[in-house]
């Protein structure tokens, strides 16, 4: 394992969130689970000591769980992305940010729907400036798969950025969990991986699977 880092994970309380919690917990990372409610950040830590009895994990409101971070990961949906970053954005300065988002838009997630800006998380990194280093990752790793310890998830993850060194950082904490990150380019680029997210969703629908994900072939 590379470097532990204090991570905290903004939503840590839902599907993709706690998923990446117990895995980053159970490979020796120090966890704090975000929440809109401390009491549900709280509660979904507790849940995770019941199941490693070891793992360093702890619950707060979203902005106290930015600030005690070193690496901060966000796992909301995308209508409430803008607004999480807003009220943690003070603790970001000089941190990577790590965003899962994908501007998925009710029903039709299994078409692609960009927002006029061409990335959520793009947008995310023009709107935080250069102070803070933002990573676009994990888009298209089914949060099913990640929270079944017995199954291998067999994908890939994509990692885009316009900091070469944070994406090596986040490439590490793929590498923690058992999955392969790629250096995917600049942040521009995470247009590509949202917008996969809805082929794979596409994929998963039409094969009647649970989470179809992605392999780069061709790579040493
Ligand atoms: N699910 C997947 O397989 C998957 C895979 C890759 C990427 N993603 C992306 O990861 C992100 C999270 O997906 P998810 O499926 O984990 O979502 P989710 O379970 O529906 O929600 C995650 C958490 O976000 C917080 N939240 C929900 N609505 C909110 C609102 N209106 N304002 C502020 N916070 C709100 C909630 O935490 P609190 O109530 O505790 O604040 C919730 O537990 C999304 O952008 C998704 O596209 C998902």
Known sequence: MQKKFPIAILGGTGQVGSALALRWAKAGHCIIVGSRNAAKAEATAQQIKQTLVSAE????????????????????????????????????????LVDTTVPLVPPKIARVQL??????????????????????AFQNV?????????????????????????????????????????????????????????????????YKIAGAGIRITGLP
């Open 115 to 136: 927002p006029p800006e061409g990335s959520a998380v793009a947008a995310i990194q023009k709107l935080l400036g250069e102070s803070v280093r933002v990573v676009s």
């Open 142 to 206: 089914s949060a099913l798969h990640l929270k079944d310890f017995a199954h291998d998830a067999d994908c890939d993850v994509l990692i885009c950025g316009d900091d070469v060194a944070a994406r090596d950082v986040v490439v590490g904490l793929a590498a923690d969990i058992g999955l392969r990150g790629v250096h995917a380019g600049p942040i521009v680029n995470s247009a590509a991986t949202e917008a996969l997210t809805s082929v794979l969703i596409s994929i998963n629908l039409r």
């Open 57 to 96: 994990v702890s619950g707060a409101g979203n902005k106290k769980a930015a600030q005690a971070a070193e690496v901060v990961v966000l796992t909301v949906p995308y209508a409430a992305q803008r607004a999480t970053v807003d009220e943690v954005r003070e603790a970001l300065t000089g941190k990577i």
